[in-house]
């Protein structure tokens, strides 16, 4: 075959597997079976590789791949995502077609779909090729997740139309998780000892978050489109008419969408759906009603965060009320341990409830809880509900008070609640229920940034018994590496180089990468310069850290009990013996305008990321603090500035922008 035979036979098979995809993942009516489509696709991989110069990012088989990222990007959106108004009221839904129906004088027809509870994205094509994908963010910047939003094979690489006025466009809509396979995640982490999601949606916003589109493929997301924000075109009015269209075109359009003329059908669909909704294979938890005329809508207008001619209605939270059997302790990644309520199986919302989380102590005290009490639980979107009330009436004396141990129900190491906190933690970095997350944060960039050490390849050490602390790390070899599936020999050996070029990591990173609770890099700066060595912080009193400016009790007690830990200490020795970093090598700092004084940030920045800023002011001889008093020299006003920046004007603190906040740092 000559080069340009192949690049033909590329180009159609790629075709050919687009509409293949379509078929399967979005209209659920494949055409061939899974053997035939693996052959073409097979075919098509071995096109690719002997002729990578034809290879291109619209490839079926460039969904996955690409290295893990190391941070995300963050974008501005062409056009603002803004947020819909929320109501519980039918009455407010009334006031809503009243307000529109002043404004618009033609008939007006609302356009009505189910609410997914997911995850807000847009995507961009060119072309008819998909190429940037981002998340909501605060509605003009978001993360750019396109690596990510690959992975979801109903997300077209490139559109089945030739129509012109379609091949450059922007869309909106929810990435979710499938109820099925939310049930499967959860079931892993369960037999893994992660902490579970509490629901649908906080799984697939974590699982966009992660920085390996190998992982995230691994978790089954998928999207509905539901809006296009501009008209393609002036020939197009309805947008209605146009989600047909991209249906056409590829995209999995959500289901469910009426037509309707008349306020009063609105509330109709509204009844449809307050019990089917249960039954689909994804979380609803409302409708969302919109003007669906593109020329109306820009007479309508909008407010600074939201549409005026959309609202959503959400449905109220269902209660149910059942017998609390026992309170059971789950211990999350972080060491927080949680009180989960063992209860009465009972029916709510369409599924079977036998268990509630109780949030802390202070909450079982507070609403004075008891095993065997009589409880109203509640379920608003929650997959694990919560108890809302104890029915005190049902009361018969036979109830027992809970009180909570002195040890972890897992390691049986003392645990410990610190100052105006309402958590109890373990502390014990070797706690079984906790390593995942621990060895995960120990590799992340800030700490001993172990490249290749991603959250796949964490959960298949652990559960094979090869990791169960961070100095086992260091006992890897790239033989008993490349035996692990999907590693192989190269992939094996540059993960041991990684590991070996992380001894070289100063005493800042590796003490944040021990994960103490509260610790932050910040603070590991501070303790650093302070103590110099590690022996220095171990011994030191509460007393001691708390004269540290940054340190106060919280955080001074939080240190202390972490170093009562034996097998704290035992894991340090150890990773001392492999030759990391424990004491602090000098380093000389270049006399800058920042030089001695202290900086706080507050919003997002456009040139850098708040933690590379840090560095920046270290480096010139300031000091970055993550909160801000009246010691604080600048306050560095970033994009949508947070509580920092009101503390900050009613202290008198300086304020700059980042513009001169980069001229500052230039070296004279």
């Not at 079976?33 to 097979?42: C, N, P, Q, T, V």
């Not at 466009?169 to 959860?186: D, H, M, Q, T």
């Not at 109709?268 to 005329?293: F, N, P, S, T």
Request: proline content about 4%; aromatic content about 8%.
């Amino acid at each position: 075959m000559t080069s340009r035979q192949a690049k033909k036979r590329i180009e159609r098979l790629r075709r050919e597997l687009d509409y293949h995809d379509y078929r399967y993942y979005v209209l659920n009516q494949p055409e061939i079976s899974d053997i035939e489509y693996d052959r073409l696709y097979k075919e098509l991989e071995e096109l690719e590789r002997a002729h990578p110069e034809y290879v291109t990012p619209d490839s079926p088989t460039q969904r996955v791949g690409g290295e893990p990222l190391r941070e995300f990007k963050t974008v501005e959106h062409r056009i603002k995502m803004l947020s819909l108004d929320n109501t519980y009221s039918e009455q407010e839904v009334r006031d809503f077609d009243k307000r529109i129906r002043k404004i618009v004088e033609t008939p007006v027809k609302y356009e009505t779909t189910l609410k997914i509870d997911g995850v807000a994205v847009t995507l961009n094509y060119q072309h008819g090729n998909f190429v940037r994908g981002a998340t909501r963010g605060d509605g003009v910047y978001g993360d750019e997740i396109t690596q990510n939003l690959r992975t979801i094979r109903s997300v077209p690489l490139h559109l089945l139309t030739e129509a012109a006025d379609l091949q450059d466009i922007e869309v909106r809509g929810e990435v979710y998780l499938p109820k099925a396979s939310f049930k499967a995640l959860n079931r892993e982490r369960e037999k893994s000892g992660e902490p579970l999601f509490a629901n649908p949606r906080n799984a697939a916003a974590g699982t966009l978050k992660l920085q390996d589109p190998r992982a995230v493929a691994d978790r089954g997301l998928d999207i509905f489109i539901h809006t296009v924000p501009v008209s393609p075109g002036a020939n197009y009015r309805s947008h209605y008419a146009v989600l047909r269209l991209l249906h056409e075109a590829g995209f999995k359009v959500i289901p469910h969408v009426e037509l309707c003329r008349s306020i009063d059908e609105v509330f109709d669909y509204i009844a449809y759906w307050r019990d089917r909704r249960d039954k689909l294979d994804y979380e609803v938890d409302g409708l969302v009603i919109k003007v669906d005329d593109f020329h109306a809508r820009e007479t309508i207008g909008f407010t600074a965060k939201s549409p005026k001619w959309a609202i959503a209605f959400k449905y109220p939270a269902r209660q149910a009320i059942t017998e609390l059997t026992d309170i059971q302790l789950q211990v999350g990644r972080t060491g927080r341990i949680t009180p989960v309520a063992l209860l009465d199986p009972v029916s709510l919302s369409g599924s079977t409830i036998s268990r509630a989380t109780l949030h802390n102590e202070d909450e079982i005290k507070r609403r004075e809880i008891k095993i065997g009490d009589h409880v109203v639980i509640e379920k608003g979107g929650e997959v694990i509900p919560k108890v809302v009330e104890v029915v005190k009436e049902k009361r018969t004396g036979r109830e027992k008070t809970f009180r909570f141990p002195s040890r972890c129900p897992v390691c049986n190491q003392k645990i410990y609640r610190l100052p105006d906190e309402a958590d109890w933690r373990c502390v014990n970095s070797s706690c079984p229920a906790q390593i995942k997350g621990k060895i995960l944060h120990f590799a992340s960039r800030q700490a001993m940034d172990i490249e290749g050490l991603g959250y796949v390849l964490v959960n298949k050490l652990v559960d094979v018994g090869l990791v169960s602390g961070f100095d086992d790390i260091y006992r890897l070899d790239a033989a008993t590496v490349a035996d692990i599936e999907r590693m192989g020999k190269t992939s094996a050996q540059n993960l041991i180089a990684g590991i070996d070029q992380s001894k070289k990591r100063p005493f800042t990173s590796v003490l944040y990468a021990l994960g103490i609770p509260n610790i932050g890099i910040n603070a590991s700066h501070l303790l650093v310069e302070k103590f110099t060595n590690i022996n220095s912080i171990v011994k030191a009193s509460v007393e001691e850290l708390i004269q540290i400016d940054g340190i106060g009790e919280i955080l001074a007690t939080s240190i202390k009990n972490y170093f009562s830990i034996k097998k704290n200490v035992d894991t340090i020795n150890n990773l001392k013996k492999f030759g990391l970093n424990f004491s602090l090598k000098p380093v000389r700092t270049t006399e800058s305008l920042l030089t001695g004084k202290t900086f706080v940030f507050s919003g997002e920045l456009k040139s850098m990321t708040r933690d590379e800023a840090q560095e920046v002011v270290r480096k010139l001889g300031g000091h970055p603090s993550s909160s801000v008093s009246k010691k604080t020299d600048y306050l560095v006003k970033g994009i949508e500035p947070g509580s920092k920046y009101d503390k900050a004007l009613r202290l008198g603190v300086k304020i700059i922008d980042e513009q001169k906040f980069l001229r500052m740092t230039e070296i004279k």
